[in-house]
């Protein structure tokens, strides 16, 4: 085993020179993580049954393991550099494992909330007859994320992306029993193998483009504009198989059904493995740079997914499911981010989603019973135009505040069109403050988060591109079609802004009700794709 540092991570992709090689112990490290689930995996099948004796305190003590190591790992990434560790086994295609500000920001976040969802099953799943079996399986598809996120070879990518969708299957057919369970398994499980083939085609063009396996060098080619037409071809692939993987219209049904597996899955679900597709795109942003129609496309997609998937999120009655809209929405936006080429914003934007859903899925029991308790919930503020046109000027007005104070002028239209859009929900939530019949506790509230959210957005976003510089390449200047895209998106999200403010002035009309209903049916959208898929038996599915 070596570790080297890598040829392209160097400041505007320079090459270094090989770095001595450290202590074993330092070395190991940057399997430690996945190797200490694997081994809490390898328990639980050994004791598949209900209560396995130490079992879960052995799953809960590898996945803190597993996150020490991680933070361990980072901090030698932080004293020594970028680097790559590498099992002497089929260069540029065994394992290797890929240590940049990109890979230990996904290190410590799947650690993280790994440990979390171990921990939390202890008292969720106890007593279930297959307890030990969803450890084994539970723990597996969190190593195989691992081992996706830090690859640095094609070959180790590849195999990871597949066994974590194939792990997660296991997990999603938990309750084999129940047929809505194995329907959205079965969904997923076609999406997710054409999503595995794309990346596969991809996976091919690169190695046929660059002559090998390895993703630094990789990298470092398609920065210096190598690749050809080849090249474009894998970023087409690529961003095929980020869209499946990520749930994008019109294949994002089996997100929203997969409310038959424990909690705990859907908080690593939603939390994690549907990130990767927008990792895939962020690892290989030199790559997708050199076709702007693929980028322009993931635009496109990604910018309806978000639009589509928030206006039905609010038509939706149950929490989970609500949740899962929401995800579709965040991920749509997600890969909008990266069709607009910020790579660094869709980094941060995994790590936020990601804390935020994983805890939303978690506490979405005690959510439940504390509005179930709520007999009589006190008076709606119903905001009127005045007020929703009181709140989109202060929103403007805190975004400029803090545009200005931060450097605005200096940012790509990219960026400044992505703070506007959030802005657009920032004035969304202003505008239940500023209601008339409002109390002032709720004004003053929401005004504070406002700031707050503001402010946050900016500082985030600095320490996001700081932390990434020289490692994700700078925001190209736009052509026309990207200034299209960029002021059809502001209009857009704009739009759907101000309506869902203003839905309670007219919500009662007849031709509301009735969209609302279309609405709460995502448009009918999945009942096509399931009419599609209707000649396919799920029996063979298990």
């Not at 130490?54 to 393991?65: K, N, Q, R």
């Not at 499911?321 to 929405?329: C, E, K, M, N, Q």
């Not at 709606?380 to 929703?388: F, H, Q």
């Amino acid at each position: 085993m070596n570790f080297l540092s890598a040829p392209d991570l160097g400041k505007g992709g320079a090459e270094g020179s090989t770095c001595p090689e450290p202590p074993v112990p330092i070395t190991l490290l940057a399997f430690a993580s996945p190797l200490a689930l694997l081994l809490a995996a390898l328990a639980g099948l050994c004791r598949p049954g209900p209560r396995p004796a130490y079992l879960h305190p052995l799953a809960e003590a590898a996945a803190a393991l597993a996150f020490v190591a991680a933070i361990a790992t980072v901090a030698v990434f932080v004293a020594r550099g970028p680097a790559v560790a590498a099992l002497p086994i089929l260069d540029g295609i065994g394992p290797a494992v890929r240590l940049d500000a990109v890979s230990a920001t996904m290190l410590l976040l799947v650690t993280f909330i790994g440990w979390i969802v171990v921990r939390y099953c202890g008292t969720y799943l106890d007593g279930e007859a297959r307890q030990g079996m969803f450890t084994f399986w539970l723990c597996l598809t969190i190593a195989a994320v691992l081992l996706l996120v830090t690859a640095a070879s094609l070959g180790q990518l590849l195999l990871a992306w597949i066994a974590t969708s194939l792990f997660l299957h296991r997990l999603l057919l938990f309750y084999p029993g129940r047929p809505a369970a194995r329907r959205a398994a079965h969904k997923k499980f076609l999406v997710a193998r054409a999503g595995d083939v794309a990346l596969a085609a991809a996976a091919v063009l690169l190695w046929r483009a660059y002559g090998t396996g390895d993703i630094g060098a990789i990298l470092a080619a398609a920065r210096a504009g190598q690749g050809g037409s080849l090249a474009i071809g894998a970023a087409g692939f690529l961003g095929v198989a980020a869209a499946l993987k990520s749930a994008q219209f019109p294949t994002h049904g089996w997100l929203t059904e997969v409310m038959e597996t424990p909690t705990p899955v859907s908080a690593l679900l939603h939390a994690g493995v549907v990130n990767a597709g927008g990792f895939l795109l962020i690892r290989f942003a030199d790559v997708m740079l050199l076709a702007p129609g693929a980028l322009a496309a993931m635009a496109i997609v990604g910018g309806f997914t978000a639009l589509f998937g928030s206006v039905v999120m609010l038509t939706q009655p149950a929490v989970k499911t609500s949740l899962a809209w929401s995800t579709v929405a965040q991920m749509g936006f997600m890969i909008f981010e990266c069709g607009l080429a910020l790579f660094a914003l869709a980094l941060l934007h995994i790590v936020a989603h990601s804390l935020y859903k994983a805890h939303s899925f978690l506490a979405s029991g005690g959510a439940v019973e504390r509005v179930a308790a709520i007999r009589r919930p006190g008076p709606v503020a119903v905001p009127s135009s005045g007020a929703v046109a009181r709140a989109f000027v202060v929103a403007l007005a805190i975004y400029l505040a803090f545009g200005l104070a931060l450097g605005i002028g200096h940012k790509p239209p990219q960026e400044i069109a992505v703070g506007t859009i959030l802005i657009f929900g920032v004035a969304y939530m202003l505008a239940q403050g500023f209601a008339d019949a409002a109390p002032w506790a709720l004004t003053r509230r929401t005004a504070l988060y406002a700031v707050a959210t503001s402010a946050g957005y900016f500082a985030l976003q600095l320490v996001a591109q700081r932390a990434t510089a020289g490692l994700l390449p700078p925001v190209p200047a736009p052509a026309a079609l990207q200034w299209i895209l960029i002021l059809l998106a502001v209009a857009s999200f704009g739009a759907v802004a101000v309506a869902q403010a203003a839905f309670p002035l007219w919500s009662g009309h007849p031709a509301a009700a009735g969209l609302r209903v279309h609405l709460a049916n995502g448009c009918y959208v999945n009942a096509l794709f399931d009419r599609l898929i209707g000649g396919w038996s799920t029996h063979g599915v298990s």
